[in-house]
């Protein structure tokens, strides 16, 4: 649930700032300050401008692609290396070091004894 509002945060932030638009320029007397002997007047007023004047569509289009691309860089942020749960199978124990010796042993029939060659481990 963390990770999902780090992500949410940080694509709304980065759509927001791309999403963000600045005032239109206005390029008045080019020629420098109006002197006492222009003759040309004020400068037209602007042309009327309609809502289908600025094409929103690029800008809402770019926003969503920095959006998914915000987004897809944020999860895989989010997923890194967080300090989670490792399972990792441990490793089997040594194995015990064994040898043969020879050893004295009782004999079962004649209640004797006897040498064999024993195996003996640690």
């Known amino acids: 649930m963390n990770k999902t509002i780090r992500v949410a945060i940080i694509l709304a932030l980065s759509a927001g700032s ?21 003759r040309r007047g004020p400068p037209p007023p602007p042309p009327r ?13 770019g926003g969503l692609a920095a959006g998914v691309i915000g987004g897809l860089i944020g999860g895989a942020l989010a997923n890194g ?7 990792i199978e441990e490793a089997p124990p040594p194995r015990p070091r064994c040898w043969y010796e020879d050893r004295r042993v009782g004999n079962s029939y004649d ?7 024993v195996r003996v481990c640690n």
Not at 111 to 117: Q, T
Request: hydrophobic share 25%; proline share 8%; no cysteine.
């Open 111 to 117: 209640d004797g004894w006897h040498y064999e060659n």
């Open 81 to 87: 290396n967080n300090g989670g749960p490792r399972y």
């Open 18 to 38: 791309i999403l963000a638009q600045t005032a239109p320029a206005s390029a008045q007397w080019r020629d420098g300050p109006p002197r006492w002997d222009d």
């Open 49 to 61: 401008r309609h809502h289908r004047d600025r094409d929103n569509g690029r800008i809402i289009a």
